[in-house]
C-alpha cells in the first residue's frame, strides 16, 4: 500500500491533480503479480482491449488486438510496447493494485492497464485526462515529465495514438522495481524502457464535461413528461416578423434550468453513470442463488463497478448501473461500506436482517456479487 511512503493529507494538498511525485521504494521487494507470457496470452483473448506499440525512426506505429502467438513470435527483440487494458478484472493480483491508494474515493479509480516493453520501447510523448499512477515492476524505465497540455497540444497524425506536437522535459525520472510515480491530468509524460519491463498503470475516472451533459441530458430527456411544453402566456405583440424576443429565450431556458435543478434527479443518474460496467458481457447472471443465511464470503464481480450515497434516512447503492434504494441503517451502511471497500470481501452471515438479505439477494441476481471460492491450499511434501 503506497500510504506506508506517503502522508495521504500532505499528498492531497500539495501533488493532487497539481504536480508529479515520485514515490521510491513504494512497493519493497516488489512482485509482480503477471508475467510477460502471461500478459501476452490475455492480449490474445476475445474481448480484452490489447495494442502494441512499435517505436519507429519516423515516429510510433500502432497495432490493435485480439492477437494470435504468431504476432508475438515474429515480434523484433526491441523497440516495442505491449499494452493491455483493465487487467484487474482478470487477475485478481493485478487487482489488489488498486487498493494501493485508499485515500481515494473507490468511485474514482478505474482499473490498471499493463505495459510490457522492451529495450527502447515506449508509447511516445502524450498527455492523459485523468490521474495516473505507474507503478514500476520488473526491468526500469526512464520517465519524463513535462508541461501542462490541452486538447490543442495534439499531434494530428494517423496513427491512432495521441501524440504531443512538442515536449519540453521538466523532470527526469529513473523508475526501478517498487517504485511509483503521480502524474496528474494534462501533465505530459514520455516513458521509455531500458530493459524489458512491466509497468503497471493505475487510471482513475474523469467523465468529460461533454459526456456528463450528454448522459444527463438522455437521462432526463427519457423520464421528460410529452405534456410539458415550451409556453408563453404573457405573450405580446411581436415587434419585428420572425425574431426570437428575450422573453422567449429567458422562458425556454428557464424550463432547462428547472429540470437541471432536481438535485435528487442528477444524484440518481450519477450514482447509476458511474457504477456502469466498463464491459457488461464479463457479468455472469447466476443460475441459482444460495442461501444468503448462512456464512459465505461475497465480494463485488471484478467486471462490476459499485457505490452508494445518503441522503438523511435514505441510502442509494449504485451497481452495474442499477439503483436500490434502501432505508438507511448502521448494518446496511457497515454492509455498503464493505463491498465498497476494493477487494474487500463480506461474510453474509453478518448481515442477517431481512433489509441487508434483500440487498444481497438483488446484487447476486444481476451478478454484481460473486461467492469468492476459498485458494486451494497446496499440499504439503512428505
Excluded at 495514438?161 to 517498487?178: A, N, S, V, Y
Excluded at 447509476?272 to 443465511?293: N, Q
Excluded at 465480494?299 to 452508494?308: D, E, G, L, Q
Excluded at 448501473?321 to 461500506?337: D, F, I, K, N, P
Aim: aromatic share 10%; with cysteine.
Amino acid at each position: 500500500m503506497i500510504t506506508g511512503k506517503l502522508d495521504p493529507a500532505r499528498f492531497l494538498a500539495q501533488f493532487w491533480q497539481r504536480r508529479p511525485l515520485l514515490i521510491k521504494g513504494a512497493f519493497p521487494g516488489f512482485a509482480d503479480p503477471i508475467t510477460p507470457e502471461e500478459l501476452a496470452g490475455l492480449a490474445c483473448e476475445e474481448g480484452v482491449d490489447a495494442r502494441i506499440v512499435f517505436t519507429r525512426k519516423k515516429g510510433w506505429e500502432l497495432k490493435s488486438g485480439p492477437f494470435g502467438e504468431r504476432d508475438f513470435t515474429t515480434l523484433p527483440d526491441r523497440d516495442w510496447t505491449l499494452l493491455v487494458q483493465a487487467v484487474d478484472q482478470w487477475v485478481p493480483g493485478v487487482r489488489e493494485l488498486l487498493t494501493s491508494v485508499p485515500f481515494i474515493p473507490g468511485w474514482r479509480v478505474d482499473d490498471v492497464m499493463i505495459s510490457y516493453a522492451t529495450p527502447n520501447g515506449g508509447v511516445g510523448p502524450h498527455f492523459d485526462y485523468y490521474d495516473v499512477f505507474l507503478v514500476q515492476g520488473q526491468g526500469t524505465r526512464v520517465w519524463k515529465t513535462g508541461q501542462h497540455c490541452g486538447e490543442g497540444d495534439l499531434l494530428r497524425t494517423g496513427s491512432g495514438l495521441k501524440l504531443l506536437k512538442e515536449f519540453h522535459t521538466e523532470d527526469e525520472w529513473l523508475l526501478e522495481p517498487g517504485d511509483v510515480l503521480y502524474v496528474p491530468p494534462g501533465v505530459a509524460h514520455w516513458g521509455v524502457s531500458r530493459d524489458d519491463s512491466l509497468c503497471y498503470s493505475l487510471g482513475f475516472r474523469a467523465p468529460s464535461l461533454g459526456d456528463m451533459l450528454l448522459g444527463y441530458g438522455e437521462y432526463l430527456a427519457d423520464r421528460a413528461p410529452a405534456d410539458v411544453r415550451f409556453a408563453d402566456p404573457a405573450r405580446k405583440l411581436p415587434l419585428r416578423s420572425g425574431e426570437i424576443d428575450e422573453a422567449s429565450l429567458r422562458q425556454a431556458r428557464n424550463m432547462l434550468m428547472h429540470a437541471l435543478s432536481d438535485e435528487r434527479a442528477f444524484a440518481h443518474w450519477f450514482g447509476c453513470s458511474l457504477s456502469e460496467a466498463k464491459e457488461p458481457d464479463a457479468i455472469a447472471v447466476p443460475r441459482k442463488i444460495p442461501d444468503l443465511s448462512k456464512s459465505l464470503a461475497l465480494a463485488v464481480n471484478p467486471a462490476s463497478r459499485f457505490c452508494w450515497q445518503q441522503h438523511g434516512d435514505e441510502l442509494l447503492v449504485f451497481a452495474d448501473g442499477e439503483c436500490y434504494t434502501q432505508r438507511a441503517s448502521r448494518t446496511l451502511l457497515q454492509l455498503v461500506q464493505s463491498l465498497a471497500s476494493v477487494g474487500g470481501t463480506i461474510d453474509t452471515g453478518r448481515y442477517r436482517s431481512k433489509e441487508a438479505q434483500a440487498l444481497l439477494r438483488e446484487l447476486m441476481q444481476q451478478g454484481s456479487l460473486v461467492i469468492v471460492k476459498p485458494r486451494a491450499q497446496k499440499r504439503k511434501s512428505r
